[in-house]
């Protein structure tokens, strides 16, 4: 079975109680969800959260909460925490709640590759960067990976350097350069394995916990989608999503 779980966390540290912020009259947590029940691969959608508030609000909406401790930190902890009872669950999916409108397809693409080669065990997806904007901002994760489509690296920095580009502009015109979309999908064993590994060099110095994967010999499959989504970090973003919203009615 294949089941998605959404992380939500109130207190975040840039936009507090950011699962019930409005868009459109519902809270970005419902878009989110609505969004995952989109994917055809998908059996069922779980919201993991700390919170009560968010969680009344989800089993009001319809959806299946399960409540976690308040210490636990990171969204992939709050997912393992959910599936280590799930036996019956064979990939996992961990699916950003910030994400109000990621797309179904988006969901079944990174699935894809667990679900037709036994030996891929975590994949996630990536896309071209196309403005100087994303290239330079730190909050956008770039990835480079080899010709098998694994990670090689993530880093919130630039990466790779176009040595001989003469500016910002040119670097992304000259060679593909690729965002992360923080979308992963696990073979139950993997999660549980990743997340009871204690944090890396390079994983705290980046602040990029999918480099203690790379860092402890996991392999993670790159799938380059075209499908964008829009991620809410801070309120301009938040604005972002909200005008979207309205300019897709």
Known sequence: MIIGIIPARFASTRLMGKPLADIGG???????????LKSKLLKEVIIATDDEKIAEVCREFGARVIETPKGITTGSDRIAYCAQNMYHADIIVNIQGDEPFIKGRMIDEAIEPLFFDQTVNVSTLAKKITTVEELLTP???????DYNNFALYFSRSPIPFVRNAHNDLERIKMVDIY??????AYRREALLKFTSLP????????????????????KIKIVVTESQSISVDTQEDLDKVRQYYYQSL
Do not use: W
């Open 179 to 184: 965002k992360h979309i923080g979308l992963y």
């Open 26 to 36: 519902k809270p970005m947590i419902q878009h989110t969800y609505e969004s995952c």
């Open 139 to 145: 909050s956008v994760t770039k990835v480079v990976f």
């Open 199 to 218: 944090p890396t060099d390079l994983e705290q110095i980046e602040q990029l916990e999918q480099l203690r994967m790379l860092e402890n010999d996991f």
